[in-house]
């Protein structure tokens, strides 16, 4: 069993490992300036928001980050959940599914009328799990950088 709480300040010590293992996951280097940036606006919940998983012995095993947005195909915002990353260790006891939980709760609680991510292909442990929990789009993914 894992406990939710919207992330703070004070978890920063926490969260950051959490954070270096999604983007080693992902197989991604960021600054410490944009770590510290991503860190102050999810705890300053302007416009993005985080949380942390704690087990049973309070240690932190899993973060999810989000942004809500407005919608061009509704009067409601869209939630988008961006960054969701739970230890290895933990992978598989319901701490994931537990904090998309936490979004979908939040996001149905500021009126948003849908909640959606994206995932890597490769990433088959994690799709096992948004496969039962939520609705394949069926759209392929774009980018540009800038």
């Known amino acids: 069993m894992v406990a939710i709480t919207p992330l703070t300040e004070q978890d920063r010590a926490e969260w950051l490992p959490l954070w270096q293992g999604y983007l080693t996951f992902y197989e991604t280097d960021l600054d410490e300036v944009t770590t510290e940036a991503t ?4 705890t300053s919940r302007d416009g993005a928001y985080g949380a942390i998983a704690r087990d049973d012995a309070g240690r932190a ?6 942004l809500p947005h407005p919608s061009t ?6 939630t988008y959940l961006e960054d969701l990353f739970v230890a290895a260790d933990v992978r598989g ?5 537990a904090l998309i939980a936490y979004v979908r709760a939040w ?6 009328s849908q909640v959606y991510w ?4 490769a990433n088959t442990t994690a799709r096992r799990l948004y496969d039962k929990v939520a609705n394949r789009s069926g759209h392929i ?3 540009m950088e800038l």
């Open 39 to 42: 860190f102050a606006r999810l």
């Open 61 to 66: 095993v899993g973060i999810v980050h989000w």
């Open 73 to 78: 195909w509704s009067t409601s915002d869209y």
């Open 93 to 97: 006891t319901g701490a994931g599914r």
């Open 107 to 112: 996001a149905e609680e500021h009126g948003s």
């Open 118 to 121: 994206l995932t890597s292909e």
């Open 141 to 143: 993914h774009y980018e």
